[in-house]
């Protein structure tokens, strides 16, 4: 039997941040819990890094994630807001790392193709192969879906590692 791996996905987002945990016993997956942290809206930038901090600390405490995952961010936006969404992701990086877990990134065309099978689709379809893949999930937002895809595109290249290391 194999050993199971608990994976903590993070969708990172200053207004939302997605979070999602699987277990991988060796190819199976399956859902253990997900959420939203969203600070309240009109919060101080500091405080809405520190409720994002602390929710991933939360998380991290309640469910014992072996390894997590993060997506990288690309913003085509103004660089005020890239900075506030990269201010996030090293929010969503800290957490884990603080709390020893390996962190690995993954750009979004990489969890797409991982969990669609190609690396230009759209939400919908993300969030309707993350619910084929993990039946037991229900009704996601938008940003739990990204985050679970996160963690099963994780579970994937963590097996192909195995594969080449062998």
Not at 12 to 30: E, F, H, I, K, Y
Not at 49 to 65: H, K, N, R, T, W
Not at 95 to 109: F, I, K, M, S, T
């Amino acid at each position: 039997m194999s050993a199971v791996i608990r994976i903590l996905g993070v969708d990172p987002g200053s207004a939302a941040t997605g979070w999602g945990v699987v277990d991988m016993a060796g190819a199976r997956l399956s859902y253990v819990a997900s959420g939203v942290i969203r600070p309240k809206k009109g919060a101080a930038h500091a405080e809405k890094l520190s409720v994002i901090f602390e929710g991933l600390q939360a998380v991290i405490a309640d469910y014992d994630p072996g390894e997590a995952a993060v997506e990288e961010t690309f913003v085509n936006a103004s660089p005020r807001d890239a900075l506030v969404l990269g201010q996030a992701r090293g929010v969503a990086l800290l957490a884990p790392g603080q709390a020893g877990l390996a962190v690995a990134e993954y750009a979004a065309n990489s969890v797409k193709k991982s969990v669609v099978g190609k690396g230009h689709a759209d939400k919908a379809q993300v969030a309707a192969m993350v619910k084929v893949l993990l039946p037991k999930c229900g009704e996601l937002a938008s940003d739990e879906a990204d985050a679970l895809a996160v963690a099963i595109c994780h579970a994937h290249h963590y097996g192909m590692r195995k594969l080449e290391a062998s």
